[in-house]
C-alpha cells in the first residue's frame, strides 16, 4: 500500500499561478494529477513515469508541469496561467500503467482544493 499526502493547494486570482506536492511513502512506475470539478467526473491532468516521460491533457499543455524528485519521492505539479475553469479538487495518483486514465490508478491521495478566481 502506497500513501499519498497532497500539498499546496489554495486560492489565486486568474492568470497566478499555484505549486501543489505529494510526498509518497512508496515507489510506483507512474505517477500523476487528476482533478474533479463540481459536478464533473475525475480527469487526467498530467502524468509521469521513472524514466522522466509525461503525458498532459489538451487543456492544460504549455500551463502545466508535472515533475518528480525520486530521492524525496516527491511529485510536483507546477500550474501557471491559471483559469477559473481550472479550480477542482486535485488529486495525486500513482499506479503501473502510464497515462491519463482513471483505471490505471492503483493508488489515490486525499485531494486538495484549488480555486482561481476571474
Known amino acids: 500500500q502506497v500513501q499519498l499526502v497532497e500539498s499546496g493547494g489554495g486560492s489565486v486570482q486568474s492568470g497566478g499561478s499555484l505549486k501543489l506536492s505529494c510526498a509518497a511513502s512508496?515507489?510506483?512506475?507512474?505517477r500523476g494529477w487528476f482533478r474533479q470539478a463540481p459536478g464533473k467526473e475525475r480527469e487526467g491532468v498530467a502524468a509521469?513515469?521513472?524514466?522522466?516521460?509525461?503525458r498532459y491533457a489538451d487543456s492544460v499543455k504549455g500551463r502545466f508541469s508535472i515533475s518528480q524528485d525520486n530521492a524525496k519521492n516527491t511529485l510536483y505539479l507546477q500550474m501557471n496561467s491559471l483559469k477559473p475553469e481550472d479550480t477542482a479538487i486535485y488529486y495525486c495518483?500513482?499506479?503501473?500503467?502510464?497515462?491519463?486514465?482513471?483505471?490505471?490508478?492503483?493508488?489515490w491521495g486525499q485531494g486538495t482544493q484549488v480555486t482561481v478566481s476571474s
Open positions: 495518483a500513482a499506479g503501473w500503467q502510464f497515462g491519463l486514465d482513471r483505471s490505471g490508478v492503483a493508488y
Open positions: 512508496g515507489y510506483t512506475y507512474s
Open positions: 509521469i513515469v521513472s524514466d522522466g516521460r509525461t
